[in-house]
């Protein structure tokens, strides 16, 4: 599966990355590749979450 990524400067440091097909997906990281590698662990979560049952 592929996800669209936008990467950002922060506004002091580092960066902010987001993915926009996934509603409230965002991760940070001082470089970019750190920043990459949070934000595919947190697009991970994110598809984890939205497939447990609720209850």
Do not use: N
Not at 19 to 33: D, V, Y
């Amino acid at each position: 599966m592929k996800f669209t990524v936008i990467v950002e400067r922060g506004e002091e440091s580092g960066y902010v990355v987001h993915c926009p097909e996934l509603k409230g997906c965002w991760s940070q990281g001082s470089t970019i590749p750190e920043a990459l590698e949070r934000i595919t662990e947190a697009i991970a979560g994110c598809l984890e979450a939205r497939d447990e049952p609720t209850r």
